[in-house]
């Protein structure tokens, strides 16, 4: 997916932006427990990646908020490292679903519906108050793609869930790991030429200004 790219200003994001990352560190974290271990009870494979990906979105709000202070070259640092742990957590769901697609085990779709309710009321929430923050730099860009991820995810959990309950079959929940496993792969490699593209404009304003 395309990733619009604003020049590097060495301007420090507003403390709304820090509060918005709190809020969704906040939901990110409680979401994490409550989809595990929910993933564990219906053995979903679908519920269980979202529940991998509440995690790493939890870390990467921590990440965020460390730097959240510190200039531009830093923060595109911070959104690179985001990126490749995206691409890498959409990696991890494709083998996790082949994996899961040997062994034929079908989950348990009233669970998985259950929770993917709450879970999009949750991501939901924070989409919201990170929506106005999309058009940020790469680190505020990759929280925004993140929140977005999740909300999408969560809707093809529910989808998963009706299939599983129509047809007896895991296909669908292994059918929505693969496509939310592709969605992380695809966000990832969108911040992380952000990022790519931050940090030399970065670099070359902090030449630049060496040079004067």
């Known amino acids: 997916m395309a990733c619009s790219c604003s020049g590097p200003e060495n301007t420090t994001p507003s403390e709304g932006f820090r509060k918005a990352l709190w809020f969704a560190l906040i939901v990110n974290a409680t979401m994490f427990i409550v989809e595990g271990i929910a993933s564990l009870q219906s053995g979903s494979v679908s519920l269980m990646a979202d529940a991998i990906d509440f995690f790493g979105d939890s870390a990467n709000y921590i990440l965020s908020l460390s730097v959240l202070s510190m200039g531009m070259l830093w923060r595109s640092r911070a959104a690179l490292v985001k990126g490749v742990t995206m691409a890498l957590f959409g ?9 899961l697609m040997q062994t034929g085990t079908v989950p348990e779709p009233l669970t998985m519906g259950a929770v993917g309710i709450l879970a999009l009321l949750a991501n939901v929430s924070v989409a919201f108050v990170l929506f106005r923050f999309r058009e940020g730099d790469s680190d505020m860009r990759s929280v925004w793609l993140c929140s977005r991820n999740d909300a999408i995810g969560n809707l093809a959990v529910m989808a998963a869930a009706l299939g599983v309950f129509g047809t ?5 929940d292994l059918a929505v790991a693969a496509i939310m496993g592709t969605l992380a792969v695809t966000a990832g490699i969108s911040v992380i030429r952000h ?4 940090m030399a404009q970065a670099t070359a304003s902090k030449a630049g200004s060496a040079a004067h």
Request: net charge positive; no cysteine.
């Open 91 to 99: 990696l991890v769901v494709w083998v996790r679903a082949i994996w």
């Open 168 to 172: 007896g079959s895991a296909w669908p």
């Open 195 to 198: 990022a790519r593209s931050d």
